[in-house]
C-alpha cells in the first residue's frame, strides 16, 4: 500500500491540465449557482417582508372594517328598532287621524242633518208666518171694517139720541103736550127712556161744566180787576 501511494500522486501529478480545468469550472458553476440562489433568496425574503407588511395592513384593514361592520350592524339594528318605533307611531297617528275623521265626519253629518232639519223648519215656519200675517191683515181688515161700521152706528145711534132727547125736550117745552110727551115716553119702552135720562144727564154735565168754567173766568176777571 505504501508503495501504492506515491504511484497514485505521481498519477495524479501526471493528470492532465484539462482535468483541472474542468474542476474549476465546476465550481465556478456552483458559487455562481449559489450566489443566484442566494439572491433568490434574498429576493423572496424581501417578498416575505413586503408580503407580511401588505399581511399586517391588510389585518388592520380587516380590522378596522370589522369595527366599522360592528358599528354599522348596531346603527342598523338600532335604525330598524327606531323605523319599528316609528312605522308604530304613525300607525298610531294614522288611527287617531282616522278616528278623528271619522268622528268630524259623523259631526258633519249629523250638524248637516240638523242644519236641513232646521231648514226644513224655518221654512214650515215662513209659511205659517206668512198665513198668520194675512190671518192678521184680513183679521185686522174685517176689524177696521167692523169699528168703521160701529163707529158709524154709534155715531148715528148718537145722532139719533140727540135728535130724540131734542124732540121731546122741544115737546114738553110746547104748552098742551107735557101729558102726551109723557104718556109717548112711558109707551116707548125702557130704551127709550134710558137714553133720555142719559141725555139728560149730559146736557146737565155739559151746562155744570159751562157754568163752572164761566164762574171761573168771572173770578179770573175780577181777580184781574182787583
Known sequence: APAEAPAGAAAEERAP?????????KRSAQDVELSILDERFQQVLKENAMLCAQLRETNQALQAASQEEEELTATWKGTIAFSARQKMAVAGLAKNVQVDARARSSRLVEGALQVQELQDVHKRLKAVNRQLQFAQEVQAGQLAEVENKSASRSSRARRLEQALYQLVSHAQGVAGLEDTVVALVSKCGPLVRTVLAKEAQREALAMSAHEQQERS??????????
Open 17 to 25: 491540465a484539462p482535468a483541472a480545468a474542468a474542476a474549476a469550472e
Open 217 to 226: 173766568v168771572m173770578a179770573e176777571a175780577e181777580g184781574q180787576a182787583a
